[in-house]
């Protein structure tokens, strides 16, 4: 881990705040959000809700601007929205009027891609995730599953250098998001991107993350980083290790009591 | 296995016609022989199959007891044609009750309207002069609509000042402002246009727009996230998501289109369904008044199936909402 520090961070934020205005009161969503991501790091995310970890993603994502503060790519500052930040919504937000290789090929169109070129190319991110034979179809006929498998070809079509994740398996069942998480994973260490992924789950941040953040509430703050010292290749048999079960321990009862507190 | 499958669809669509189509419904191990000239088994599917569309026909008439797993399911036109059976039987009560018979002569003597009607030179003129003028009013409604629609689902600005317009002219009956076009435009064609146009623009702008601002947010930031500019969100995420709302918009326009007929064609038109339906009301004469009646409600009826028909086929991506 001590190398990784020493690389210039892919993505800083400092300082940041968010605030959010209402008629009459105001609600402070982020406060001193300071966080510095690596080139081609795992980032996982977990926090109670209302912590404001989809906010966090959002601006990261430019979607809107911050209050105060500011985040640099490479060094430059973020304004507004970028290609080289892919997202992966947790409702998939594909195109329904499109063909799954048609969602695909929009994102490689966005590139320059010339329509013919695009619909050979998108062939190569369909087999990504598997869904080659699915082509032609549209969403509304393939399984919650499979739509986000679209999404995430589509994302990763568009060539981002940094993929922000709000939740992407968080409307899936039990087996499909094993299979999904196990996918993903082989798509990282193949691939090599910069991942923000946000959940809910404390045991998908521990499998796919190399580390996690605990956000607290109230304001929305960052409470804890924790390392996540298992090696890749990992696969679904991690969970039954000591390890695995001490940072499960560790990162439930971190944000179980931050939830307690909220409640108070 | 595809002719298997072929058969069996055909099966459910096209009754007793499957019986001369000489494809097996099912492989067993005679069946290979099939088109070899097996005459037998050709004789046997033929029997089956009479079988099969004989147990259905009895199951429409409730006279076989239904096992709950294998309900069958009656087919949309024939459920039409009992609405329409059930429609006739209402019509005959209220020609035998004197209370209503005078308002609802029976329907040989309606139908017999027809011919008289054609004699004195007016249902044609008629039907082509409503239909012109429907025809041109929803057409220059909808164009004015659609772009007033999107400007104001656009700009905030154009949005506060036309909404509060729109919801008070559309709760005026239009005969109420008639007059005050026809004092404008004159009599003639030209009044009866801006009526529908008024009336039908109303209706789809109020659609359309509504439509819009329910646009799923998502897919617009998706759609800027993977690098699209504002006219690529217009062209290639705004149009059609909001195709669905534009359809709606163009069948209740349709709707509203000839639902103001009466009022359109009261600023003394020369002939029109609404025009002459007005002029039969004067000396109380029932008979052709019921049938021109019933001319716009069969029109209507053509239109809405027929938009509903653009419907599926242009949007058949959506989710439907199973009832």
């Keep these: ?264 | 296995m595809e002719i298997t499958n072929f058969t069996r669809a055909f099966d459910e669509k096209a009754g007793l016609f499957l019986v001369i189509l000489p494809f097996p419904t099912k492989a067993g191990d005679k069946s290979s022989h099939f088109f070899c000239g097996n005459i037998y088994n050709m004789l046997f599917h033929i029997k089956r199959s009479v079988e099969n569309q004989l147990k259905k026909v009895w199951s429409y008439m409730g006279m076989e007891k239904k096992k709950k797993s294998e309900k069958v399911k009656i087919p949309s036109w024939v459920w039409l044609l009992i609405s329409f059976a059930a429609a006739l039987v209402v019509w005959t009560i209220l020609s035998i009750i004197p209370a209503t018979s005078r308002s609802f002569p029976n329907i040989i003597v309606t139908i017999q309207q027809i011919p008289v009607m054609i004699e004195r030179g007016v249902l044609f003129t008629d039907i082509a002069s409503s239909l012109i003028s429907v025809i041109c009013g929803y057409l220059i409604g909808f164009a004015i609509a659609l772009p007033v629609a999107i400007l104001m689902a656009w700009y905030l600005p154009v949005r506060n000042i036309l909404q509060p317009w729109i919801v008070f002219i559309r709760n005026i009956p239009p005969l109420a402002y008639v007059p005050l076009i026809v004092i404008a435009a004159g009599v003639g064609r030209k009044p009866q246009i801006i009526v529908i146009a008024i009336a039908t623009f109303l209706t789809m702008c109020i659609t359309i727009f509504q439509g819009i601002l329910n646009i799923d947010n998502t897919l617009i930031y998706a759609a800027r996230i993977l690098g699209a500019s504002d006219k690529d969100i217009f062209v290639r995420v705004l149009a059609p998501a909001s195709l669905p709302f534009i359809l709606t918009a163009v069948r209740l326009g349709a709707a509203t289109a000839l639902t103001t007929l009466i009022a359109a064609e009261s600023t003394g038109a020369m002939a029109g369904l609404g025009m002459r339906i007005r002029s039969l009301n004067s000396n109380y004469d029932t008979k052709p008044m019921l049938l021109y009646i019933i001319i716009i409600g069969i029109i209507g009826l053509v239109v809405e199936k027929l938009i509903i028909m653009a419907e599926r086929k242009l949007t058949a991506w959506q989710e439907t909402r199973k009832v």
């Design chain 1, 1 to 264: 881990m001590a190398e990784e520090v020493e690389n210039k961070p892919k993505i800083q934020i400092r300082d940041l705040c968010k605030v959010f205005k209402s008629r009459d009161r105001e609600v402070v969503a982020l406060k001193d959000i300071n966080l510095d991501i690596a080139e081609n790091e795992f980032l996982t995310v977990v926090g109670p809700s209302g912590c404001g970890k989809s906010t966090l993603l959002n601006i990261i994502a430019g979607l809107f601007p911050p209050t105060s503060g500011m985040i640099t790519l490479d060094g430059r500052e973020i304004k507004g929205i970028g290609r080289e930040r892919g997202v992966v919504f947790q409702q998939y937000a594909l195109f329904p009027w499109l063909t799954v290789i048609k969602n695909v090929c929009f994102a490689l169109e966005m590139r320059g891609f010339s329509k013919e070129d695009a619909e050979k190319e998108a062939i190569k991110y369909l087999d990504m995730v598997n869904l080659v034979e699915f082509k032609d179809h549209y969403p509304k006929e393939l399984s919650g599953g499979m739509k986000q498998r679209v999404a995430i070809a589509r994302a990763y079509a568009a060539e981002p250098e940094i993929l922000l994740m709000d939740e992407p398996f968080g409307a899936l069942d039990a087996q499909t998001r094993t299979q999904l998480q196990v996918e993903l994973l082989n798509t990282w260490e193949k691939e090599q991107k910069t991942c923000f992924f946000i959940t809910h789950d404390v045991e998908e941040a521990i499998l796919l993350g190399q580390r996690c953040i605990i956000m607290g509430t109230h304001p929305g703050r960052i409470k804890r980083i924790v390392d996540i010292d298992i090696p890749y290749p990992r696969g679904p048999e991690v969970r039954l290790t000591p390890e695995f079960n001490e940072l499960k321990n560790l990162l439930w009862s971190e944000v179980y009591t931050e939830f307690l507190e909220n409640r108070k």
